[in-house]
């Protein structure tokens, strides 16, 4: 029935394009996007790939692997298209463990994942961690400062600050994203912190993982409590007992090899 009423909508639409003068046209145009921007993309909120395509101009291919010439042909020893994996599996709500070589591009899909998660859900919250504020600037939140031109387009209200992102500007931090260094120093405190962290839709990102202490780990795991509520951590392997193997082998996590090769 819905796709019924937004093809003769669709039909009305262009019917009535026929009948406008060009400054019209361009009135029209500009109406109906003051009507959508700002607003929460929910009709992609099954679909990242989709929205990072459409929405920030990604291009698919670096997401979808297999999109590339010649990947079925390519010697890999990991979990085939590795990225696309993670991106489905949070969108079926399930957390995400990714243990790559270097180079490979997690961040920058994590990158992504989060402005996604921030644009679909209006009030989500988003809280990402690393050893040391040196690591949370070199690679997910720089990648986010270079897609953040295309992502503020839609959503005009945005602030990007140090570490920051505030959907509604400087009105409140219910829609938001932050990062916090979590080295064994700050371990207390941001553990303590963690387990107040709480919203229906929450993404916890953990990035270098294997330097991330244990208790911040099952300070979070602790706090995601509601049924949107999930954890992504990424990082470059070095042994099975490290923090990064434990959490991509826990029961209900989406393990991705993501191949070097």
Not at 16 to 29: I, K
Not at 36 to 45: I, L, S, V
Not at 151 to 174: K, N, Q, S, W, Y
Request: proline share 6%.
């Amino acid at each position: 029935r819905q796709r019924e009423r937004d093809a003769r909508m669709t039909a009305a639409l262009a019917d009535l394009l026929e009948y406008l003068e060009p400054d019209e046209r361009r009135e029209l145009d500009e109406h109906l996007l003051a009507l959508t921007t700002g607003q929460p993309h929910t009709e992609y909120q099954t679909a990242p790939i989709q929205w990072a395509v459409e929405k920030l101009g990604v291009d698919e291919a670096t997401l979808v692997w297999s999109l590339g010439d010649g990947y079925d042909r390519h010697a890999w020893d990991g979990t085939p298209d590795p990225l696309a994996t993670a991106f489905e599996a949070i969108a079926d709500w399930q957390d995400v463990g990714i243990e790559s070589g270097t180079g490979t591009g997690k961040s920058y899909g994590v990158a992504i994942l989060i402005l996604w998660f921030l644009a679909c859900w209006e009030n989500a919250q988003a809280f990402t961690f690393a050893p040391t504020e040196k690591q949370l600037k070199l690679y997910i939140w720089k990648n986010i400062t270079e897609l953040w031109p295309r992502f503020v387009v839609h959503f005009p209200d945005a602030e990007l600050t140090d570490l920051c992102i505030r959907m509604r500007g400087g009105i409140d931090e219910g829609w938001a994203a932050h990062g916090f260094p979590v080295g064994v120093r700050a371990d207390e405190q941001v553990s303590t912190r963690g387990a107040g962290m709480h919203a229906p839709h929450m993404l916890l990102v953990y990035e270098e993982t294997p330097g991330i202490p244990l208790p911040v780990m099952e300070a979070g795991k602790n706090t995601c409590t509601a049924p949107h509520n999930l954890r992504i951590a990424i990082g470059n392997p070095n042994h099975q007992l490290a923090a990064l193997h434990r959490f991509c082998t826990e029961p209900g996590v989406q393990h991705v090899r993501m191949s070097a090769l």
